[in-house]
């Protein structure tokens, strides 16, 4: 029987320290064996646990899309047990990976749609993974307008800055990068938080759906922004985080009400949220 | 003891009404047998729920900790004890408490009267004329009520409350001749390995659901070195060493707070006699440092103090 | 479905052949309470119990057991890589288990043994287990199975129920598991009419003696987020001190934690029970708790049996009525209590 | 077994009896080497928790020592100490560990001599009770 509790081992191909803070790190994942990678099937917005024995597992969304081929990425924040001492492993180590879980953003509706993206701090993983999947080359028509407001304290605290400048560059991409403050003379993209930048540059409702992820003071604040652009909630998409241990909807701890976020989620939309208790 | 149900209502009712307290904490009816169950009166409509005998073991102490409102609180000896703890330690404000001192019988051992009916199941306790009588389907049998105290109210040396406002009753005489470490000195006899293995029974049944620690008025730290993972000192299973790990750290944690109040023993799922641990050190801290927790408001617990002449025998 | 009689005398013969067969499991007393074991001996099992302190879904769900083990050592090549600790998965028999109990088993299939996903270590002992029950004749105060959904005589979750009909047992195969397993009974005899009426009786007396407690479906029919926000929680959940007793002792709590432990140059991960009673079940590494107050937590674990659960699997609630919580709370909160409020017409938050 | 020797985890305070040691190596005087220090602000500073941690981990004995009464660089923490250490040891005895595996003793900066002597009982009286046998955390034995 599988047994959807034992990783599959991987190496770690290269770690990228993306924020000055050192806090956030990007690790690169080569499957050691073939085999597993082929059953490592996803899509942009699901998760998978990243485990370290003897150390423990930590559910970290996914940073890569699947059109990227041959290796998985995961940037993780140092929180806790299992993310410090993640923090601390070198490249060339083996750890584990078991996934992918949970849903992934609707894909099949948001095809044919524009597709509004906000994201805040360290909540841009499965984001990224969304844009350079929507992105590629063989995926781009298949959506309309693609808009992104990505927003971090300084400049640097934002994820992925090089491929962040790439998009800049880019036509078929609309870019709103911002941070908070800054003293930096160079900074040439917007100054402002996410709920102001996101008003201004007034993203249009029509034909649209909007997925947001950040922290929940940003979400906050930017939802009744998207109310007033026009935004029904059935159209506004967020991923939550939850404590898991599983990952596969048994151990029971990440439910709110009758879901488990591990398993249903951890992508709902605002109009489901607003179905379960306010617990998370 | 009769009585005092009437007289904890009456007070509860005036203190509510004039104000003077936001809740009344007591204890009402139980669903099951030997049970009562920690009550909550917020308006003087809701304090006819409130009742005393028996079986009003659990200590009401536990759930000041943290509160911000201003309680009426029943408290017989031990729980009047872990207000005094709850002072000392700053967990409360002597001025938000209202004691409703009741002067304490002992309460009643369900568990042993339990086991002597043999399987034939206990559905009504009256308690009358110092005497316990329960009956069940097609059978009504009496006991004597000394004799089937808890435990640690059969060798309890105060039950009147040591802090009050008023009392609800008239106050008990307090036993004098009990020797209180017989069970311990026993222990002490025994040989290392011994000793290792006496605990080791003890603890056995085990199921780390840490209800001792959760009935424990003096268990409130935020968070627990249960629950610490960096480092993580104990793990988390039912490995005989991890359990010995907590059950040995939990009880250290208690010396000198400890009031031997038996909440722990009480609320154990499995029936195990975790005292064991406790009354040792309460006894060497009576022995060394002449102190007993929670009878003085004004003197500090042993382990935040010290003393120039204190024994140091034991170091080299 | 086939039946038998086996006489009391001979029943001791037929327990020694069929431990020889295969491991047995029952209830055993130990110290002062029964608790499922396996049997070492005939004579170990004690039919005459209430019922066992703890659940019995330690059977297949232990507290703590391993998952997996690895070896830490520098220079193993496979050094932290998992690898499956190998269990004893052969066939066995649980005997005397109360039928409350072996329905709680079916009612945790549904988390784990899902479409999607299987529990392999649950799903492999629920594969290899044969459950013969114990009916209840004489069922406790605290049951009150018969007010969700089972009975002291449910046959739903056994592959065998056992009667006591007094100088012998009356047993009765409902399926296939359990036709193989009264096959493989010596002495069995065939039941006369006056067995079979005592049991009839008996049953009818049981479930006569235990009634209706509360509505179930009033508690479906409630909306959720009206049982949710009800305004009785408060009361509830006041004498609540937070200990895992309720839910260690109750059949259908399956929730659990995975902890890895390091020995040396190796190390294990182990899964054990968890509780949703404990603040640190749900707290996130950023130190936000979506539940960490008590009132969530009391909260979550009722509405988690009588509510969510309905919802969720769309039928059952998640409770067996075998009373062990409402016998070992150690202050007294008691579900019957709870249920009743949520059941209660108007929930509606004040 | 004759070839066994016990690990010793000491903690020592870090302005008399880790000097203490210091002070012992540059008088040239012999101690056992199964001492392992680690070196702690005041004795205060040792939480119980300490204590059974070395034991869990396979210590075989655990040694505490401090400045002397009165001499505490932050005036009280070794006094402190001194009730938490008494209660703990007796403790830990009373429980089945035996006697002679935790030891507490006063040293001072300057007393190089008495750290030797008080190593070498502390090794001596290990030694003589044998390999520990109880509070080690092994493999978990669970199902």
């Known amino acids: ?27 690169k994942l080569v499957f050691l064996r073939p085999e597993d990678e082929a059953k490592f099937v996803y899509m942009p917005g699901q ?15 996914i940073a890569t899309s699947p059109t990227e081929k041959g290796f998985i990425s995961f940037t993780v924040n140092k929180v806790g047990k299992v993310t410090s001492h993640l923090h601390n492993m070198e490249e ?35 984001l990224r993974s969304s844009i350079v999947y929507m992105l590629h080359p063989e995926n781009r028509s298949r959506f309309g307008d693609i808009t992104v407001v990505y927003g971090a304290r300084s400049p640097g605290l934002l994820l992925y800055k090089e491929e962040l400048a790439a998009w800049e560059r ?10 908070d403050a800054t003293t930096d003379p160079n900074w040439k993209y917007n100054v402002g938080f996410v709920p102001a930048v996101t008003k201004e540059k007034a993203p249009s409702a029509d034909n649209s759906y909007a997925i947001i992820c950040g922290p929940p003071i940003m979400i906050k604040f930017t939802l009744p922004v998207l109310t007033e652009l ?29 879901e488990y976020v591990c398993k249903d989620g951890p992508v709902f939309t605002l109009a489901q949220l607003s179905r379960l208790p306010n617990e998370y | 003891m009769q009585g005092y149900t009437q007289r904890i209502r009456e007070a509860a009712k005036r203190l509510l009404a004039e104000k003077k307290v936001d809740v009344v904490m007591g204890f009402r009816k139980g669903t099951i047998p030997f049970m009562n169950e920690p009550f909550l009166a917020k308006s003087p409509e809701q304090v006819d729920q409130l009742l005393w005998d028996g079986n009003c073991g659990i200590n009401l102490a536990n759930y000041l900790s943290g509160r911000k409102d201003r309680i009426g609180i029943v408290a017989k000896g031990c729980d009047s004890r872990n207000i005094v703890v709850h002072l000392l330690e700053y967990q409360i404000k002597r001025e938000q408490l209202y004691i409703l001192g009741a002067p304490c019988h002992g309460m009643i051992d369900g568990r042993r009267i339990t086991e002597e009916l043999a399987g034939k199941e206990p559905l009504q306790v009256e308690e009358e004329n110092g005497r316990i009588r329960v009956s069940g389907k097609g059978f009504e049998e009496s006991f004597d009520r000394k004799q089937y105290l808890q435990e640690n109210c059969a060798i309890c040396m105060h039950r009147n409350p040591v802090v009050y406002d008023e009392l609800v009753g008239d106050l008990v005489e307090e036993q004098r001749d009990v020797d209180r470490y017989a069970d311990v000195r026993e222990v002490e006899g025994l040989s290392p390995e011994a000793k290792w293995k006496y605990f080791e029974d003890l603890i056995a049944p085990c199921i780390r659901c840490y209800a001792c620690r959760n009935a424990c008025p003096v268990c409130y730290c935020p968070t627990c070195f249960v629950d610490e993972s960096r480092p993580q000192w104990v793990g988390k299973t039912v490995d005989p060493t991890d359990t010995r790990t907590f059950h040995f750290l939990r009880a250290y944690h208690v010396a000198g707070r400890c009031t031997d109040c038996g909440a722990c023993e009480r609320a154990c799922p499995v029936g195990i006699k975790m005292r064991q641990f406790t009354k040792k050190l ?25 003393r120039p002449d204190d024994p140091r025998d034991f170091a080299k | ?109 549904r988390n784990f043994d899902t479409d999607s996903v299987r529990d392999p270590w649950w799903v492999r002992r629920r594969e290899t287990t044969t459950l013969v029950g114990l009916a209840c004749n004489t069922p406790g105060s605290t049951c009150f199975c018969t007010s ?68 179930v479906d009033a508690i479906v029919q409630n909306p959720t987020l009206d049982l949710f926000n009800a305004a009785f929680w408060d009361e509830v959940q006041f004498s609540c001190i937070n200990c895992g007793t309720c839910t260690f002792v109750c059949p259908t709590c399956w929730c659990f934690d995975i902890q890895d432990e390091v020995y040396q140059e190796k190390g294990s991960r182990i899964r054990l029970w968890d509780s949703c009673m404990f603040p640190l079940f749900t707290f996130h590494g950023s130190g936000h708790n979506p539940r960490s107050q008590k009132l969530q937590r009391v909260r979550q674990r009722f509405m988690h049996k009588l509510k969510y659960y309905p919802e969720k699997y769309k039928g059952g609630v998640a409770c067996v009525g075998c009373g062990r919580c409402v016998r070992q709370c150690p202050v007294n909160i008691d579900i019957r209590h709870v249920a009743r409020l949520m059941s209660a017409s108007c929930v509606c938050p004040t | 077994m004759s070839q066994w020797e016990p690990k010793i985890v000491a903690f020592m305070c870090s302005w008399s009896s880790y000097p203490g040691a210091d002070y012992a190596g540059l008088s040239r005087l012999a101690y056992p080497p199964n001492i392992r220090i680690i070196k702690v602000p005041c004795a205060g500073r040792i939480n119980p928790k300490f204590i059974l941690s070395a034991l869990r981990q396979g210590a075989d004995g655990v040694w505490i020592s401090a400045c002397h009464p009165g001499d505490c660089h932050y005036m009280e923490g070794n006094l402190y100490a001194s009730r938490k250490f008494a209660l703990m040891k007796n403790f830990l005895e009373h429980t089945g560990i035996e006697p002679g595996r935790v030891h507490f003793s006063w040293v001072s900066a300057t007393e190089g001599h008495k750290f030797a002597q008080t190593a070498k009982e502390v090794v001596d009286s290990v030694k003589a009770l044998g390999p520990a046998r109880h509070m080690i955390k092994k493999e978990a034995e669970v199902a």
């Open chain 1, 170 to 179: 880019r036509e078929d991409i609309r870019m709103h990068i911002t941070v």
């Open chain 1, 92 to 126: 060339g180590e083996i750890m584990g990976v078991r996934g992918p879980m949970g849903n992934s953003f609707p894909w099949d509706v948001l095809e044919g749609k524009n597709v509004v993206i906000i994201g805040g701090g360290f909540a841009f993983t499965t």
């Open chain 3, 1 to 109: 479905m086939s039946e038998i009689y086996i006489a009391k005398d001979k029943f001791p013969s037929v327990l020694g052949q069929l431990m020889g067969k295969c491991p047995v499991f029952g209830p055993v007393l130990q110290g002062k309470f029964h608790e499922f074991g396996r049997l070492e001996r005939p004579e170990d099992v004690d039919l005459g119990y209430g019922n066992t302190r703890l659940s019995p879904k330690a059977l297949f769900h232990p507290q703590a057991e391993k998952m997996f083990d690895f070896s830490l050592s520098k220079g193993d090549p496979e050094a932290g890589i998992l690898k499956e600790t190998p269990k004893d998965f052969r066939p066995r028999v649980i005997l005397g288990i109360r039928p409350c109990d072996a329905r709680a088993f079916q009612l945790d299939d």
């Open chain 1, 1 to 27: 029987m599988n047994n959807p509790y034992l990783p599959y081992p991987v190496r770690i191909e290269s770690i990228v320290t993306e924020t000055e803070d050192h806090n956030q790190k990007t690790f």
């Open chain 3, 148 to 215: 969700v959904g089972t009975g002291p005589f449910d046959k739903t979750g056994l592959d065998v129920l056992m009667v006591d009909v007094g100088e012998g047992y009356l047993f009765q195969a409902s399926t296939k598991k359990g036709e193989e397993f009264l096959a493989g009974l010596s002495a069995g005899e065939a039941v006369s009419g006056s067995v079979a009426e005592k049991a009839d009786a008996l049953k009818k007396g049981a479930e006569g003696s235990m009634g209706t407690q509360f509505s």
């Open chain 2, 282 to 306: 309460e006894k060497d801290i009576k022995e060394m440092y002449g102190y007993e927790a929670g009878v003085d408001p004004e003197s500090r617990p042993p382990l935040d103090t010290y």
């Open chain 1, 47 to 61: 998760f998978a646990e990243l485990s370290v024995a003897g150390v423990g597992e930590v559910p970290i969304g």
């Open chain 1, 230 to 258: 026009g935004f029904p909630p059935e159209r506004i998409i967020s991923s939550l985080e939850m404590r898991m241990k599983c990952g596969i909807g048994i151990c029971g701890r990440c439910n709110i009400g009758t």
